[in-house]
Nanobody
Framework: QVQLVESGGGLVQPGGSLRLSCAAS????????MGWYRQAPGKQREFVAS??????ITYADSVKGRFTISKDNVKTLYLQMNSLKPEDTAVYYC????????????WGQGTQVTVSS
């Protein structure tokens, strides 16, 4: 079991940057995989980036070269977002996958990111 709380969202101009944080209720050192998903109005939730306990990183093609996922292996996951575009506007959700006999998913409440002039 783990509780997740996102923060760092807000309004930013195109080309700007934001850093999202996901605070976990316990150490994330042994969590199988953590990542970020996003959902825009009228759209399905989509994968953004993930990082495993072994530091294997995966990015969606739409954010490669612009976003960076990282973690401190204590309690916090990060998403550094640079060169933001209007199409990045969405609610961003933190995700944790725990492998405890079976794979279990946990989600935060989401944080709004709006990219607009």
């Amino acid at each position: 079991q783990v509780q997740l709380v996102e923060s760092g969202g807000g309004l930013v101009q195109p080309g700007g940057s934001l850093r999202l944080s996901c605070a976990a209720s316990r150490s994330i050192f042994s969590i199988y995989s953590m990542g970020w998903y996003r959902q825009a109005p009228g759209k399905q939730r989509e994968f953004v980036a993930s990082i495993t306990s072994g530091s294997r990183i995966t990015y969606a093609d739409s954010v490669k070269g612009r976003f960076t996922i990282s973690k401190d292996n204590v309690k916090t996951l990060y998403l550094q977002m640079n060169s933001l575009k209007p199409e990045d506007t969405a609610v961003y959700y933190c995700n944790a996958k725990l492998l405890t006999g079976e794979l279990s998913n946990y989600w935060g409440q989401g944080t709004q990111v709006t990219v607009s002039s």
